[in-house]
């Protein structure tokens, strides 16, 4: 079996030296970057499988570092900080961040969080995979938006939209299930997995970035709609 292969990317050398240690006794392979422009050279050179990512850098910080990986993949990002701010967290997950774990940190959840996201990823793509023979068009048409599902493209009048893996995932299970509704509780376990700590604004975050890119209005949005005090449905807007 593969060996997921994890990019720790810090400027604090005993931050590096001890997630090293815990994640190859994980059985992970493990590459080591100081900076965000080394992380973004790594990223381009080898298949990683996860990042995790320090906030406070020098150079290029984390939510910069960020936002030049998501041009380029929708690997899952860990951000690492000692802030603690509400502020720092949304702003994180709304640039691409698919978590964000504050500092001093227990290797132990770390772990079991690396684990989650992961699991949901191969989740996901089994889960694609198996779909996929059953289907005979795995793209998804709605006025003025398609989700091609295999290709994970989504295009709004005929425009691509980058979207991170996580929003993908969401768009994923509610536009697949018109008329559903997902509880906020429900949506986590199923794109963040159920051993994973976060809460609501994690994925009230994720709804408003998804609003921001695929509806034509997203103070007014006709594809995610909200029901007050459960979650969110898809529905498909008449032409």
Wanted: charged share 30%; with cysteine; net charge neutral.
């Amino acid at each position: 079996m593969k060996e997921d292969l994890i990019l720790v990317v810090d400027d604090d050398k005993d931050i590096q030296e001890v997630l090293y240690l815990f994640l190859t006794k994980e059985k992970f392979k493990v590459l080591l970057a100081e900076s965000g422009e080394s992380a973004i050279s790594l990223a381009e050179e080898y298949k990683i499988d996860l990042i995790l990512l320090d906030v406070m850098m020098p150079g290029l910080d984390g939510f910069e570092t960020c936002q030049v990986i998501r041009k380029k993949t929708n690997v899952p990002i860990l951000f690492l900080s000692a802030k603690e701010d509400d502020i720092d967290k949304i702003l994180g997950l709304r640039i691409g961040g698919d978590d964000y774990i504050t500092k001093p940190f227990s290797p132990r959840v770390l772990v079991a969080k690396i684990k989650a996201q992961l699991r949901r990823v191969k989740e996901i793509s089994y889960e694609s995979n198996n779909e996929q023979k059953k289907r005979e068009n795995p793209i998804l048409y709605f006025p003025g938006l398609i989700i091609d599902i295999d290709s994970c493209v989504v295009k709004k009048d005929d425009k691509v939209i980058a979207l991170p893996a996580k929003e993908f995932q969401l768009l994923c299970v509610l536009a697949k299930n018109v008329n559903r509704v997902y509880s906020v509780e429900h949506l986590f376990q199923l794109i963040w997995g159920e051993d994973s700590l976060g809460d609501s604004r994690t994925v009230m975050v994720h709804v408003s970035n998804l609003r921001k890119k695929i509806e034509p209005n997203p103070a007014k949005p006709i594809f995610i709609q909200t029901v007050r005090g459960i979650g969110y449905k898809f529905m498909v807007p008449s032409e």
